[in-house]
């Protein structure tokens, strides 16, 4: 009998180990609440910059590439670069490819020099990193 109770309880055990490493290892993609008010907010600040010249439409792009990958890093996403965190959590956004063109035209003005980005590359890009967010819940 005490056997039995012995080899119960090691089974016991043995899965609640099995649980905690399953939760440790796809912890990282359950989703938390996100502060939406403070990424509305945000958002209208990044509209009214896009507004704003060539340089307002060049800072309205990254500061919503930035605001994207604070979304997903809310919400424990993991990866050590927005990259990463895009490659590893594909399936939660509806037009990937869109915001995968968007976050390259962020790199081109982060890393380029004497880049123009038009009103119209301004526009698509922000359309699509809004939808990013909006496939989060963050908008």
Same mark, same amino acid.
Do not use: C, P
């Given at each position: 009998?005490?056997?039995? +109770?012995?080899?119960?309880? &090691?089974?016991?055990?043995?899965? +609640?180990?099995?649980?905690?490493?399953?939760?440790?290892?796809?912890?990282?993609?359950?989703?938390?609440?996100? %502060?939406?008010?403070?990424?509305?907010?945000?958002?209208?600040?990044?509209?009214?910059?896009?507004? %704003?010249?060539?340089?307002?439409?060049? $800072?309205?792009?990254?500061?919503?590439?930035? #605001?994207? !990958?604070?979304? *997903?890093?809310?919400?424990?996403?993991?990866?050590?670069? *927005?990259? !990463?965190?895009?490659?590893?959590?594909?399936?939660?956004?509806?037009? #990937?490819?869109?915001?995968?063109?968007?976050?390259?035209?962020?790199?081109? +003005? &982060?890393?380029?020099?004497?880049?123009?980005?038009?009103?119209?590359?301004?526009?698509?890009?922000? &359309?699509?990193?809004?939808?990013? $967010?909006?496939?989060?819940?963050?908008?």
């Amino acid at each position: 009998m005490e056997q039995a +109770i012995l080899t119960l309880f &090691a089974i016991i055990f043995g899965l +609640i180990v099995i649980a905690a490493i399953a939760m440790k290892i796809f912890g990282g993609t359950k989703r938390s609440a996100l %502060d939406t008010e403070r990424y509305r907010s945000t958002w209208k600040t990044i509209e009214t910059q896009s507004r %704003d010249g060539a340089s307002g439409r060049q $800072l309205a792009v990254v500061n919503a590439d930035k #605001l994207l !990958d604070a979304a *997903m890093r809310d919400l424990g996403y993991r990866g050590q670069t *927005m990259g !990463d965190r895009l490659k590893q959590h594909r399936t939660s956004f509806s037009d #990937l490819n869109g915001i995968w063109e968007a976050h390259k035209l962020r790199n081109r +003005i &982060a890393h380029e020099t004497g880049i123009e980005v038009t009103a119209r590359d301004t526009d698509k890009a922000l &359309a699509q990193l809004q939808r990013g $967010l909006k496939d989060l819940g963050a908008l």
